[in-house]
C-alpha cells in the first residue's frame, strides 16, 4: 500500500474532517479552537476560521449558502460566512461541550447533539431554538434525519436509539440498539435502512420498515470513535484507539485494517468524487490516501 499524503493540519488533535461536494476543499476542525481549509491537488492551507474559545468538535456544511455550522466545547454553535469569511451568529442553548451538527435534508432543521444529552432542533429560517429532545442520559452523538423528514433518530450514552416524529418532535419510538452507548448514526438506501454503531464494537444494519437488524458485523478493536459512509454509499469507514477500517456496505465484509503510529483515530472523510480517503488523528495530522489502494 502506497503512503499517504500527509498535511501538518492543527496544533491539537483534528477532531472533524470533511470534502466539500466537488472533492476539492477539506475542511478540519481541531482542538486548537481553528477551523482551517485546504485545497486540492496538493491540499495545500487556503483559510480558517477563528472565534471558538475552545476546542471544534464537529461541524456541518450548507454549500448552496455558503454558511458553515460549527460545534464546540465552547457550548456554542457558530454560523459561518464563507464568502466574507466571517461569524455571522453564535447559537447558545447547550450546558456542555457540543459533539455533533446534522442539517436536515430539506435544509429546514439543525439538530446539535451534546454530552448535556439533549439533541436541540434550531429553525433555520428564522435561526432559533425549534425544540429539545430530552431523552439521553449524556454524549448524544448520533443523530441522523429520515430522508423525507418524518422523523430524526437519535443515540446516546444508553442503550437505546429513539425516534422522534417530525414536525411535532415527539418521541414515537424507542429501539434497543447497543449493549453500552449508541455513537454513530446513518441512514443510506433512500432510508430504507440505517446504520448504527456502538461501544459493544458491533456495526449493526438495520431495516427502517419495521426495525429489523438485517447484519451485525464485529469490529475487532475497542475504543471506538467514529463510523463515516461514502456519498456513493459504496464504503463505511470505523475509526479505533489507532487504527481504522473500511468496509464494503454492499458485501458488509472489511475490506481494510490499518495501524497508524498515533492513538486517537477520531474522524475520516471520503471524497465524493470517490478517490480518496481522509483520516483525522491526535497528532495533529491529516492524512489522505487513494482509496482505491484501500478497497
Known amino acids: 500500500m502506497t503512503e499517504p499524503l500527509i498535511i501538518d493540519a492543527h496544533e491539537s488533535h483534528v477532531t472533524h474532517i470533511d470534502f466539500t461536494k466537488d472533492s ?17 491537488p496538493d491540499w495545500e492551507y487556503s483559510f480558517e476560521l477563528d472565534g471558538h474559545t475552545k476546542s471544534v468538535n464537529t461541524f456541518a456544511l450548507d454549500e448552496v449558502d455558503r454558511v458553515l455550522y460549527t460545534g464546540s466545547s465552547d457550548n456554542t454553535i457558530k454560523l459561518w460566512d464563507l464568502s466574507e469569511r466571517k461569524e455571522i451568529l453564535s447559537l ?5 461541550p457540543i459533539i455533533k451538527l446534522v442539517i436536515s435534508p430539506a435544509k ?14 434550531w429553525s433555520l429560517e428564522n ?13 448524544s452523538t448520533g443523530i441522523s434525519f429520515a430522508p423525507d423528514c418524518s422523523y430524526i433518530i437519535t443515540g446516546g450514552m444508553d442503550k437505546n436509539m429513539l425516534i422522534w416524529e417530525l414536525p411535532s418532535a415527539t418521541l414515537k419510538k424507542k429501539i434497543q440498539s447497543h449493549k453500552d452507548a449508541t455513537l454513530a448514526i446513518h441512514h ?5 435502512k440505517l446504520i448504527s454503531i456502538g461501544l459493544d464494537q458491533i456495526i449493526r444494519i438495520w431495516k427502517t420498515s419495521d426495525w429489523s437488524i438485517e447484519k451485525k458485523l464485529k ?13 456513493n454509499e459504496k464504503y463505511v469507514a470505523t475509526t479505533c484507539d489507532n487504527n481504522f477500517q473500511v468496509w464494503s456496505l454492499k458485501e458488509e465484509e472489511l475490506l481494510s485494517d490499518i495501524t497508524i503510529k498515533p492513538k486517537g483515530v477520531y474522524t475520516t472523510a471520503f471524497s465524493p468524487d470517490g ?14 490516501w487513494k482509496l482505491k489502494d484501500l478497497v
Open 275 to 288: 478517490k480518496l480517503f481522509a483520516v483525522g488523528s491526535a497528532d495533529k495530522k491529516i492524512r489522505i
Open 92 to 96: 447558545k442553548g447547550h450546558k456542555k
Open 219 to 231: 469490529v475487532k478493536h475497542k475504543k471506538i470513535n467514529s463510523l463515516t459512509i461514502s456519498p
Open 127 to 139: 435561526l432559533v431554538e425549534y425544540s429539545v429532545l430530552n431523552g439521553h442520559p449524556s454524549h
Open 108 to 121: 429546514a432543521l439543525l439538530a446539535s447533539g451534546s454530552y448535556d444529552g439533549d439533541i436541540r432542533l
Open 24 to 40: 476539492n476543499v477539506l475542511i478540519s476542525a481541531g482542538m486548537d479552537n481553528a477551523i482551517r481549509f485546504w485545497k486540492a
Open 188 to 192: 443510506f438506501a433512500k432510508g430504507k
